[in-house]
C-alpha cells in the first residue's frame, strides 16, 4: 500500500490567539497539514499566505515559515536568506518559551522541539494534547521500534504506545492521525491487522481533504479489498490525489492511464504524471518514469536517461530498479557494458527480497571491499 507514516514537519501556532489559529482554515494549520498529508500543491499554497502574513509583521507565523525554510524541500515563499530566518525566529522565540514554560502550551512546546530537534519537548506537547506532535511522537516510536529494537516485546510495546498517540490524535478528528491509525491497522503496528478499520481511517482522513489516504482508498478499490473491486473508481480517487500534486496519487494514476484501468489509456500524460511523481520522490515513480523513458512510449526513448533513473530508484533500495539497472550493465544501454555489475546489482536485488544466498554474498564481498 503506497504511503508511509510520516513524521510531522511543522507545528500551528501559540501566542494568545491558539484558539483562532486551531481552525482548520487558517494559513499556518493549511501549511501544517498539507506538508504532512503530502499535498504539495496546498503546501506551497499555504506557504504563500503565512509569508504574507510573516512581512506584515504577525510574529506567530513569521516564527512558524522560518522554521518552514529550514525543512528539506522548502515551498518557495518560504525559502529565507539567513539574516530573515534568524530575525522571524528571534522575533517571537521569547513569547513562544514563556508560553511553554509558564502556561504549559502544548503548541509552544511543539514550536520549540521543531526549532530545537527536542525530543523532550515534542513528548511533552504530545502528552499536553498537541495533534501535530502525538503525530510526530508516535511516527518516532514506530520508526525506533522498527530500526532499533531486536526484543521482540519491547517492540511490540513501543508500536503499542505509537497506536495509542495516533489513536489520541485521530480522536481529535485529525486527518494525519486518521491516516497514521489506519497505517497502524493496516500494517499491524501496535494492533491486529484489519484491513476494515484501515479503510474507515482512511476514507475518515480522505474526506478530510488527506491526499496520501484518498491515494490509500484508490488501491483498495483497486485490490478488491474490503470493497468490491472497481477500477473506474480506484482510476477516480488515484486522479483525485494527483490534483494534490501529490507523488504515490500521480504514480497510481499514471498506472491505470498506462494500463486503461478504469481510465482511458494515454501514454503521454502517464508519462508526464510519472516525470512529476519522480520528481517528488516517489521511488516506484522514478523506476517507472525510467521504463517509459527506456521504452520511448509516452515519451521520447532516452536510453541514458534511463539508466540515471534506475540508478537513483536502485540506491534508493527499490528492487525493480536495481533489477532494470542490471540489464542496463548487461546490455550497455545507455551505459558502457559491465557484466560484473549487472551481475552485482542484480544480486543486490535478490537480497532485499530476503534471499539469503544472495545477502551473504553481499555481505561477504563487503568486507571484502
Known sequence: MMGMLRMLCVAAC???????????????????????????RGYAEAAEEVAAAAKEGRPV???????????PSPPPAAQLDDATRKKYLDGCRDRIK?????????????????????????HRAADAGNVQAQ???????VTRAIG???ETNEVARVLGLAHEYFKKAAGQNDP?????????????LGTPRDDQSAFNCFRSAAEKGHPEAINNIGLFFREGRVVEKDLELSAKWFEKSATYENPY???NFALALQRGEGVEQDDVRAAELLKKASDGGCVEAIDAYGVALWKGRGVKEDAAAAYRLFKRAAEAGYPPAMENLSTCYHLGKGVRPDEKLSMEWKIRSRAVRGDRNAQAWIEQNARKK
Open 148 to 150: 532499533e529494537m531486536s
Open 98 to 122: 514563556k508560553l511553554a514554560y509558564e502556561k504549559n502550551n502544548s503548541m509552544a512546546w511543539y514550536l520549540l522541539s521543531l526549532e530545537t530537534n527536542d525530543r523532550d519537548m515534542m
Open 14 to 40: 501559540c501566542a494568545t490567539a491558539c484558539c483562532a489559529l486551531a481552525s482548520p482554515e487558517n494559513a499556518i494549520m493549511r501549511l501544517l497539514n498539507s506538508k504532512a498529508s503530502g499535498s504539495v
Open 249 to 251: 496519487g500521480q504514480f
Open 61 to 71: 507565523y513569521a516564527f512558524v515559515l522560518a522554521l518552514v525554510s529550514q525543512m
Open 135 to 141: 503525530n510526530a511522537w508516535g511516527t518516532y516510536l
Open 176 to 188: 494525519n492521525g486518521l491516516y497514521n491509525l489506519g497505517m497502524c491497522h493496516l500494517r499491524g
